[in-house]
């Protein structure tokens, strides 16, 4: 029996097509609940670790405390083929993270499943899908420096590469920009980033900052009209309305 056997695999190993690892945090067959697909069944994938670390982050068992398990290529594939539906979501955490996501991605687009990724936009890892959906993050999402020193400045630094987004956006099929907004004074930031993205104002959303339908009521009233009035969608997060805010929705 060989040694191998008894040894650890390596967090990305590199034994052949399919068998490289991820570390996973949940996998899940839900409705997309934001942005130009809500509505659409899709196979969700969410990858644990994150470069970032919003204040707000509404999971932190994939970002702040990352958790999971390392799963293979393969069986993540596989995994999204017996889920029944055609979508997949590759989300986090941040999935341009880990170093195999770019081989996971091509054998879920090689599989023929329409992907879309969630992203902050700060890994410059050009990676081909059918929609990234981009969700830059604005000042606001930098956490308390006196309580996160190290990672307060980490963030600030990583937060808006704009080259990197663009790059991005270059190389995805179609995308999307969704800003989570939780003030009308963040507003001109989103303005100046789009503007600086060269978007159309059809390509960007914008999304409440909040986890309860009582903050999306709210944020109803006043981030919608200021949304629409400035000509971006605007869109609810539909799996909390649907859900509530439930790990695996
Ligand atoms: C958990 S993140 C994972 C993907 C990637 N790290 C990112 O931030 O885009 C998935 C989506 O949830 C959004 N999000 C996270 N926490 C939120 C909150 N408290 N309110 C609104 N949206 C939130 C993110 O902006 C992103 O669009
Ligand atoms: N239903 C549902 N839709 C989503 N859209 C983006 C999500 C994410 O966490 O990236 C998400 C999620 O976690 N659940
Ligand atoms: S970038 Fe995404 S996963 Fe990372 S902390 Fe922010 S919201 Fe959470
Ligand atoms: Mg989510």
Known sequence: M????????????????GHAQLLVSETFTSRQGEGRLTGT????????????????????????DPS??????????????QSGVAHVVLTGGEPLLPAAVTELSDALMQAGFHLTIETAGTIDKPIPCDLLSLSPKLADSTPDPQQHPRWSRLHEQRRMPLDTMRNLIDAAIGFQLKFVVGDAAQFGEVQDVSRALDVDNEDVFIMPQGVTNAEMDAAQRWLRPLAESAGYQYCDRMQIRWFGNRRGT
């Open 68 to 81: 999971g398990d390392r799963q293979t290529i393969q069986s993540l594939v596989e995994a999204a083929r």
């Open 41 to 64: 069944d899709s196979f969700f994938i969410r990858t644990s670790g994150c470069n970032l670390r919003c204040w707000f982050c509404d999971t932190p068992y994939a970002s702040w």
């Open 2 to 17: 060989g040694k191998s056997q008894f040894s650890h695999a390596p967090a990305e190993s590199t034994r052949g097509p």
